[in-house]
């Protein structure tokens, strides 16, 4: 049970490790791209490729007649990762060993559904995959195994998201081989990861320096984030922390060190609207922008 690209290592690895998978539950098809075509999420393309029967409900939480055929299908075990659908207590207890979640993070550190961005903003040194027999609550199931990972003063989420996909899957079939003894969560230190909107990528100058640098690590490759220039988005897609003072925004040399609240950053690679992303020496030669020039928030 998985949507993105983050949940098709698993299903990869149970299919090799000879697990008998009776079914893939996805999100359903959604129009996608300029001429808005049904397309099928990573998981659904996936399971399709691997001639795996799909099934596609567009809710679970009152639909008694998923609950049955959920039941029917008479599984020892629901692999679960980052699905996208609530499921409701019929189908957390249908499975003899109930419903594995792959979770990206050091339970109870961050839960909610965007663990991985939410480390990388708040500057943890390290998160990872815990697998979780799920429950009623949101991300409250007691654990069964958890590995953790560094992260680095460059470490995006695009490299961790795939860092932590091959992990779940490894450490998945290991839960299911060796049935380790659930251990319940502690009752300090959760923290909730919100899912993340486009707004969350706006970044605001007035931040720290190395906030606004977490924040365009964090947010790599989605939800993006961006500042304006001549009154339209600028993506601002690399930085780093820089020395230099000055107001928010405001850009203080040829190389666009931009300051913040406290400290300056300098951007290292940019895209402009329609344009392709390019490094800022790149930039500056199409669009010079003058010591003193101010990016909006």
Not at 226 to 252: H, I, M, N, R
């Amino acid at each position: 049970m998985g949507s993105p690209d983050f949940a098709v290592p698993a299903l990869r690895a149970l299919v090799d490790a000879g697990h008998e998978i009776v079914a893939v539950y996805c999100q359903p098809p959604r129009p996608a791209g300029r001429g808005q075509a049904l397309r099928r999420c990573p998981v659904h393309a996936a399971a399709d490729a691997l001639g795996l029967p799909v099934r596609t409900p567009e809710r679970l939480k009152r639909d008694a007649a998923a609950h049955a055929a959920f039941a029917d299908l008479g599984l020892d075990a629901a692999v679960v990762a980052a699905y996208g659908l609530i499921l409701p207590p019929a189908m957390l207890d249908a499975p003899l060993r109930g419903c594995l979640n792959i979770h990206a993070s050091l339970l109870p550190r961050w839960r909610g559904a965007a663990p991985i961005q939410a480390a990388i903003l708040a500057g943890d040194a390290e998160t990872g995959i815990t697998i979780m027999r799920m429950d009623a609550g949101l991300d409250t199931g007691p654990m069964l195994l958890a590995e953790a990972v560094p992260i680095g003063p460059r470490t995006t989420a695009a490299a961790l998201h795939d860092a932590l996909a091959g992990i779940g899957a490894r450490l998945v079939l290991r839960a299911l081989e060796e049935d380790p003894a659930p251990r319940p969560q502690p009752e300090a230190g959760s923290t909730y990861a919100p899912k993340l909107a486009r707004e969350d990528g706006r970044i605001d100058w007035s931040r720290e320096a190395a906030f606004v640098e977490r924040q365009v690590r964090a947010l790599n490759p989605w939800p993006g984030t961006f500042t304006t220039w001549a009154g339209a988005p600028l993506k601002v897609l690399d930085c780093v922390p820089a020395e230099g003072e000055a107001a928010p925004g405001t850009v203080l040399d040829a190389q666009l060190t931009i300051g913040c609240g406290v400290g300056a950053v300098r951007l290292l690679r940019v895209q402009a609207p329609g344009g392709a992303a390019m490094d800022a020496a790149a930039f500056l030669r199409g669009h010079p922008l003058p010591a003193g020039s101010v990016l909006g928030g």
